[in-house]
Nanobody, 125 residues
Framework: QVQLVESGGGLVQAGGSLRLSCTASGRTFSSHAMGWFRRGPGKERQFVAAISQGGSWTDYADSVKGRFTISRDNAKNTMYLQMNPLKPEDTAVYYC??????????????????WGQGTQVNVSS
């Protein structure tokens, strides 16, 4: 079992940047592939980025490729999402998620078993 807590959301102008953090409880963080998802106003939750257990492999949604960077620090039980430049369409609640121990990273929401409560990101034009 792993518990996830996101932080770092807020209000920023278009073109600005934010860094989200996801901190996990327990001692198994390094064995979980991780991902970021988001739900915009009136939209379904969608994939943003994923990272393998060791951090060597990453994947991104086309809409954020080249603007967002996912990373992790296993010694700190923390995953990050660096976002810049931000656009108004990035406004959403951002969720971090963990796959079961040992499972490969995925872009599919239903393959993630553990979820944080979400952090709100608002990008003004």
């Amino acid at each position: 079992q792993v518990q996830l807590v996101e932080s770092g959301g807020g209000l920023v102008q278009a073109g600005g940047s934010l860094r989200l953090s996801c901190t996990a409880s327990g001692r198994t963080f390094s064995s979980h592939a991780m991902g970021w998802f988001r739900r915009g106003p009136g939209k379904e939750r969608q994939f943003v980025a994923a990272i393998s257990q060791g951090g060597s492999w990453t994947d991104y949604a086309d809409s954020v490729k080249g603007r967002f960077t996912i990373s992790r620090d296993n010694a700190k039980n923390t995953m990050y999402l660096q976002m810049n430049p931000l656009k108004p369409e990035d406004t959403a609640v951002y969720y971090c998620a963990a796959r079961p121990q040992g499972a490969t990273m995925s872009i599919k929401e239903y393959e993630y078993h553990y979820w944080g409560q979400g952090t709100q990101v608002n990008v003004s034009s």
